[in-house]
């Protein structure tokens, strides 16, 4: 509720911007994604440093770094969050160019991780953007072959374009093949500790990529379709047709808005023999509509009023809206979220037949919740083979995308999908498990 003090001199669209700077204020989150407060108020920072937290179980910063970063640091401040885990970055950089071995990949891992951070607050339309993508992709790939990691950088041709993505190969042995696709604030990087490396551990082939409108596809003028079965099609046309032998079974496996776009393909295209999603996403349109908070309801003049009076305080809000646009290649956010309600159809959940796992998290937003449940009970109803993991506060895992327990999502994920392909033991170098 609004209070406004007694001034005449007040126009009426100034009151109106005064209401929408307290919604803009209250409403810090795009959607809800976890139960617990971390660190920070603002709600999109401190999942975000529930997620680099994530990312440190697997690969990255320690959570004594990670702590240490962030002491002192501003609440909801999109500046500071950029500058020091930018410096650290250069810092951890620096270290791995006198370091060796391993010592000096893990390092070089850090400081990919560290740029990471950066760019998930950072304008997509600036001119250091791009430089710091490559920055991050040049540490990364330098760290992993530091580790002795097989992963290579590979570009998937679609519409006379090309898609980035990462493929993580065993050898000329027949394996099934994952091909694992993220949401709307991946990059191809993060689906290396989101899945790629604990499924190549455990023996499958993983191929990682960004779709239109993920990573820096937009800037190749490459932004979300409203169908994403198309270049997941490509991606596993691609691979099948890369790999030293080619997949006997495919999985495909999303996280986040990759549950929807996952969910496209696994009704499409009759190579996927298993689909994984944390969550399940049916209808976007309707995700949109109910969940995405006061800054996708009201008139564009009038948030972008608000965003001018509340200022810095809601800077990571205007980079959100304005990455958005980015993504859908268009002017402004509110035209983004028009052409979704035009476009965006729901998955037809009646057309898919291949075993499904959904993991869910017990403090997803409510419509991500329902729509897991709705597409669960159809498919069961038909006699599909169908699981659904609830992951609850007490075991980790209940944020988005299991960002608070990695490992416990690894293991559930992959114990499911070694008794759908029925695999054996894999055959990896035991130096790599330790780290």
Not at 260 to 279: C, E, L, M, N
Not at 281 to 291: S, Y
């Amino acid at each position: 509720m609004v209070t406004l003090h007694t001034d005449f001199r007040l126009t009426h669209v100034e009151v109106l911007a005064v209401h929408a700077e307290e919604a803009v204020k209250e409403s810090d989150e795009i959607v809800k994604r976890q139960g617990t407060r971390i660190r920070f108020h603002n709600k999109d920072m401190d999942f975000m440093f529930n997620w680099v937290l994530g990312m440190g179980s697997i690969v990255g910063l320690s959570h004594g770094e990670l702590f240490q970063l962030v002491d002192g640091m501003k609440d909801g401040d999109p500046g500071q969050w950029r500058e020091r885990f930018g410096r650290h970055g250069d810092f951890l950089r620096s270290r791995a160019v006198s370091g060796k071995g391993p010592s000096a990949a893990q390092d070089k891992l850090a400081a990919a991780f560290c740029y990471r951070a950066v760019l998930q607050f950072s304008d997509p339309t600036s001119s250091s953007f791009l430089p710091l993508v490559e920055r991050m992709e040049a540490e990364f790939q330098d760290g992993t072959k530091g580790l002795g990691v097989p992963l290579r950088a590979v570009e998937v041709p679609f519409e006379g374009k090309s898609l980035p993505g990462y493929f993580l190969e065993h050898d000329a042995m027949p394996r099934p093949l994952v091909v694992m696709i993220g949401g709307g604030d991946s990059y191809r990087e993060d689906l290396f500790y989101f899945g790629g490396y604990p499924a190549w551990r455990r023996g499958y082939n993983m191929l990682m990529v960004d779709l239109p409108g993920q990573g820096k596809v937009p800037s190749r003028g490459l932004t979300f379709l409203p169908d994403m079965a198309a270049p997941i099609s490509a991606a596993i046309h691609f691979v099948t047709a890369q790999a030293k032998c080619p997949p006997e079974k495919v999985a495909i496996y999303g996280v986040s808005g990759g549950g929807y776009f996952t969910g496209q393909a696994a009704a499409s295209d009759r190579r996927v023999g298993a689909w994984i999603a944390s969550t399940p996403i049916t209808d976007m349109a309707e995700v949109f509509r109910k969940e995405m908070g006061a800054t996708f309801k009201a008139p564009g003049w009038l948030l972008r009023a608000g965003l001018a009076v509340a200022g810095a305080v809601n800077e990571s809000a205007e980079l959100n809206l304005k990455k958005y646009a980015w993504q859908f290649g268009t002017s402004d956010y509110k035209s983004a979220v028009e052409q979704l309600f035009l476009q965006a159809r729901p998955v037809p959940t009646a057309s898919i037949s291949c075993p499904c796992l959904f993991l869910v998290g017990a403090c997803e937003a409510d419509e991500l919740k329902r729509q897991a449940i709705a597409a669960f009970d159809e498919l069961k109803r038909r006699g599909v083979n169908v699981t659904m993991r609830t992951f609850l506060p007490e075991e980790g895992g209940d944020a988005h995308c299991q960002v608070n327990n990695f490992r416990l999502a690894h293991n559930v994920v992959f114990d499911w999908l070694d008794r759908i392909v029925a695999l054996p033991p894999p055959k990896v170098d035991p130096r790599l498990l330790a780290w």
